[in-house]
T-cell receptor, first 114, second 114 residues
Framework: AQSVTQLGSHVSVSEGALVLLRCNYS??????LFWYVQYPNQGLQLLLK??????LVKGINGFEAEFKKSETSFHLTKPSAHMSDAAEYFC????????????FGSGTRLSIRP | NAGVTQTPKFQVLKTGQSMTLQCAQD?????MSWYRQDPGMGLRLIHY???????DQGEVPNGYNVSRSTTEDFPLRLLSAAPSQTSVYFC?????????????FGEGSRLTVL
């Protein structure tokens, strides 16, 4: 069984500050991990994914995430927040051997203060 | 570039009514799925399909039926709507059946059951 936990339902940072969104996973097999972003009134879009290659993954819009097996974490970071980053962010986990189920976290809403 | 198209975007039902949420994709994706999004609970998988004629249950399948007669279409049926089914529904598709691929989401269908 797999699960994912996102710590903090709402994160607020100032424009230009570091963005850190936390995600911890549980998986009995090697996981595939994803971050998706949802802008208001839209569907989700893929930001980045980890599929057992490099542990530091770079995505779109300057975001990156690091897979840490020892900590079962896949936190999302961006060095300098922009107003356009305000959105909801979802971490998701799946496994190659699973029956095509992708499990999403509960989401973290990111607000950017001017 | 249509991608994943969901209809209707908004729907209000009375308890006990039935309806079908339509989902169509024009990317020739093998995998299609339905999620519901509720505040604080993220996205939960309802049903999914890995190809025409093949469907399977996700995390929260009760009260919903699906079928996959063509590669392009994956309708979600509510046979007897209940207030607990008030939610935003997302259809998503993916090329191939491996879990490494990106999910492409529709814009969502907001359903209210009175």
């Amino acid at each position: 069984a797999q699960s994912v936990t996102q710590l903090g339902s709402h994160v607020s940072v100032s424009e230009g500050a570091l963005v850190l969104l936390r995600c911890n996973y549980s998986s009995s097999v090697p996981p595939y991990l994803f971050w998706y972003v949802q802008y208001p009134n839209q569907g989700l879009q893929l930001l980045l994914k980890y599929t057992s290659a490099a542990t530091l993954v770079k995505g779109i819009n300057g975001f990156e995430a690091e897979f840490k097996k020892s900590e079962t974490s896949f936190h999302l970071t961006k060095p300098s927040a922009h107003m356009s980053d305000a959105a909801e962010y979802f971490c998701a986990v799946s496994a190659y051997s699973s029956a095509s189920k992708i499990i999403f976290g509960s989401g973290t809403r990111l607000s950017i203060r001017p | 570039n249509a991608g994943v198209t969901q209809t209707p975007k908004f729907q209000v039902l009375k308890t006990g009514q039935s309806m079908t949420l339509q989902c169509a994709q024009d990317m020739n994706h093998e995998y299609m799925s339905w999620y519901r999004q509720d505040p604080g609970m993220g996205l939960r998988l309802i049903h999914y399909s890995v190809g025409a004629g093949i469907t399977d249950q996700g995390e929260v399948p009760n009260g919903y039926n699906v079928s996959r007669s063509t590669t392009e279409d994956f309708p979600l049926r509510l046979l007897s709507a209940a207030p607990s089914q008030t939610s935003v529904y997302f259809c998503a598709s993916r090329k191939g059946t491996e879990n490494t691929g990106e999910l492409f989401f529709g814009e969502g269908s907001r359903l209210t059951v009175l």
